[in-house]
């Protein structure tokens, strides 16, 4: 079974405070991706990244930066977090190819006071 | 625009009655469609996908979802509910227009049903 692990399942942090978010998948997927679920919105993606070291903007990119330097690791950052970037967070892996189901962790709810 | 709605907020069944959660989208060429479900603290599960062939797809726990390409519809499905199938699910269709491995989901349906 894929197992999509991140680092914490809550996490409060105060306004300015740079943030890192982990997440670590163990099936060696090539693709790894970064949403935040609110409700209402549903999921909106963040960044993407589709190999070690490359990545790209999705949807809502402002205010965040990603790492990946090791395949199985995707690293999501609040550069300087504000109370609007107080969410559920999810990261997911595929494998490569068009038709292949994401794999998502348990999610990282942040609360930025 | 690339796009996937779900009309419903929330759909009640009773237990044992048959229950749809509908999903309707807009994309340009054939779609890919996915159905994922998300019980409380959870992150999402993989149910089902319709990349091509068959109408009718058959997924995890007794679901099953039909593509209506006329009406651009992937509607989930199945005959009998469980008080367990009570989640929030999720629609979503690959971004086409990206060129890479983008999906849009959908603002999901929460599924409630009665005992």
């Known amino acids: 079974d894929v197992k999509v692990t991140q680092s914490s399942r809550y996490l409060v942090k105060r306004t300015g405070e740079k943030v890192f978010l982990e997440c670590v998948q163990d099936m060696d997927h090539e693709n790894m991706f970064w949403y935040r679920q609110d409700p209402g919105l549903g999921l909106r993606l963040i960044y993407f990244s589709y190999d070690v070291k490359m990545k790209e903007k999705g949807d809502i990119p402002e205010g965040y930066s990603v790492s990946r330097e090791k395949k199985e690791r995707f690293s999501l950052i609040l550069e300087s977090a504000s109370t609007n970037q107080t969410s559920m967070y999810l990261c997911?892996?595929?494998?490569?190819?068009?038709?292949?189901?994401?794999?998502f962790g348990d999610g990282t709810r942040l609360s930025i006071l | 625009a690339q796009s996937v709605a779900q009309p419903e907020d929330q759909v009640n069944v009773a237990e044992g009655n048959p229950l749809t959660v509908k999903c309707t989208y807009s994309?340009?060429?054939?779609?890919?469609l996915f159905w994922y479900v998300q019980y409380p603290n959870r992150g999402l599960q993989f149910l089902l996908k319709y990349i091509t062939g068959d109408n009718l797809v058959k997924g995890s726990y007794g679901f099953e979802a039909e593509f209506n390409k006329s009406q651009t519809s992937f509607h989930l499905k199945k005959p009998s509910a469980l008080v367990s199938d009570s989640a929030l699910y999720f629609c979503a269709v690959r971004d086409m227009t990206s060129g890479t491995y983008k999906y849009i989901f959908g603002t999901g349906t929460r599924l409630k049903v009665l005992a």
């Open positions: 994309v340009s060429g054939n779609p890919y």
């Open positions: 997911a892996s595929s494998e490569q190819g068009l038709g292949q189901p994401q794999h």
